[in-house]
C-alpha cells in the first residue's frame, strides 16, 4: 500500500516551530475559566418564601435581560437560606436575608452570595431597616418586640417594646418608624423610635392593621388594610391611607371602601408619582392614587399578585404571582406604562424584591 509522504525542506522548519508554539499557547490558556467575582453584579434579587411547614424558602436573581438563576443562595453555600423567607434587605455590598420560621437572619455578600455572618437572636423575625450609625433594626413577631442590632457581627445593641405584629419600619433622619401590624390578632399603632437617644419618642393610633410605608419628601405614608374578621365579614372594617408629617402629625386621611378590599404593599411609583398597593394582601389587583390627585384610587392592573414593588433603577413596576402556592411562582415587570417586559419563572411563594 503506498503511502502518501511530506516532503520536508529546510525552509519549513521555522514555520512548523512557530506553528507548534502557537498550538502550545492556545492550550495552556484554554484551561478552567475563573468564577467571576461578582456574578450578581446587577438584576433583582427575589425572595421566595417557600413551604411554610418543611423545607427552606429561596433566593433567586434575575438580570435586566431576564436570565434567571434560581436557588442562588443554596448554590453558593451548600445549604439551604432557613425556612419561610420573609424580606431582604442591601446594607452597603450585603444582604440580610430574614428566615421568618428559622428565627434567622443571614448576611450575604451581594455579589456572590456566600454566606458572611448570621444570627438567631430572634424569635420570628419580619423585616431589617438599615440606620445611619452601623446599626440595623429588626422587627420581631415572637416577642413583640423591635431589636437593633451592630451591623459588623448582629451583636445585640438594644431592644424597644412596640404593638403586637411589628412589620415594616422606615427610617426618616433619626426616626424610625415602626408599624404594628397586629400579627395574628389585631393592632391599630405605629411607634416612632429616636435612633440616635435610643428611645421611643411615642406610639400613635393610626388605623387597623397598618402593613406598609413610604416616606416621599419628608411626608410618612401609611397604608392600613383595615381588620378582616374571617369568621364573621360584617366586623370588618375599612383600610386607609394615612399622610403625616416627620413628626407623626396626622395631615389627611384617605379611607379606602371594602368594596376595594383589605390592602397592602404599598409602593411609590417615582415615574408616574403616585402611590400604588394591592387590593388584596394575599392576591390582588394593583390599585393607584396620583399624588396630585389623593382620594382618588383606580385600578391599575388587574390581576391576582401577592407582592409588590417598584425598582427605582429601572423605572418599573415589579409584582410577584404566587399562582397555586404550590408550584414555583413568576416575577413580573412592567413599564411605567404598565406595558409588560417580562415574566420569570422563579421559587415558591415570591414575596419580596432587592434591586441593584
Known amino acids: 500500500m503506498n503511502r502518501m509522504k511530506m516532503n520536508w525542506r529546510p525552509s519549513m522548519v521555522p514555520i512548523c516551530l512557530v506553528m507548534c508554539s502557537l498550538i502550545a499557547c492556545e492550550e495552556k490558556e484554554s484551561g478552567p475559566i475563573p468564577a467571576p467575582s461578582d456574578p450578581y453584579g446587577s438584576g433583582t434579587f427575589v425572595v421566595n418564601e417557600g413551604p411554610f411547614t418543611s423545607g427552606s424558602g429561596s433566593l433567586s436573581h434575575v438580570d435586566e435581560a431576564g436570565q434567571v438563576v434560581n436557588e442562588a443562595f443554596f448554590l453558593a453555600n451548600g445549604f439551604p437560606v432557613g425556612s419561610v423567607l420573609q424580606s431582604a434587605e442591601l446594607v452597603g455590598n ?101 435612633t440616635a437617644a435610643d428611645s421611643v419618642m411615642g406610639q400613635m393610633v393610626i388605623g387597623d392593621q397598618p402593613n406598609s410605608l413610604q416616606i416621599i419628601q419628608g411626608r410618612v405614608w401609611v397604608l392600613c388594610s383595615g381588620y378582616a374578621d374571617w369568621s364573621d365579614p360584617s366586623n370588618d372594617t375599612r ?99 404598565m406595558s409588560l417586559v417580562d415574566s420569570v419563572e422563579v421559587g415558591l411563594i415570591p414575596t419580596d424584591f432587592v434591586f441593584h
Open 94 to 194: 450585603e444582604l440580610y436575608i430574614v428566615a421568618n420560621l428559622s428565627g434567622r437572619i443571614e448576611v450575604v455578600q451581594k455579589g456572590t452570595l456566600n454566606s458572611m455572618r448570621s444570627t438567631q437572636l430572634l424569635g420570628s423575625p419580619r423585616y431589617v431597616q438599615e440606620l445611619s450609625d452601623g446599626r440595623v433594626a429588626a422587627t420581631d413577631w415572637a416577642t413583640d418586640k423591635v431589636y437593633v442590632l451592630n451591623a459588623s457581627d448582629l451583636s445585640l445593641s438594644q431592644s424597644f417594646d412596640a404593638g403586637v405584629g411589628p412589620e415594616r419600619m422606615a427610617a426618616l433622619g433619626d426616626q424610625l418608624y415602626v408599624l404594628n401590624s397586629g400579627g395574628f390578632g389585631r393592632d391599630s399603632t405605629l411607634h416612632i423610635i429616636h
Open 239 to 337: 383600610g386607609k391611607l394615612v399622610e403625616m408629617d416627620a413628626n407623626g402629625q396626622i395631615l389627611s386621611e384617605y379611607p379606602i371602601d371594602l368594596a376595594i378590599g383589605h390592602p397592602g404593599e404599598l409602593i411609590h411609583d417615582l415615574q408616574n408619582n403616585r402611590l400604588c398597593f394591592l387590593n388584596n394582601a394575599y392576591g390582588g389587583s394593583i390599585m393607584a392614587m396620583d399624588l396630585s390627585a389623593p382620594g382618588s384610587f383606580y385600578e391599575l392592573k388587574k390581576g391576582s399578585y401577592y407582592s409588590l414593588d417598584h425598582d427605582p433603577i429601572r423605572g418599573q413596576i415589579v409584582a410577584g404571582n404566587a399562582l397555586s402556592f404550590a408550584e414555583p411562582g413568576y416575577m413580573i415587570r412592567f413599564g411605567s406604562d
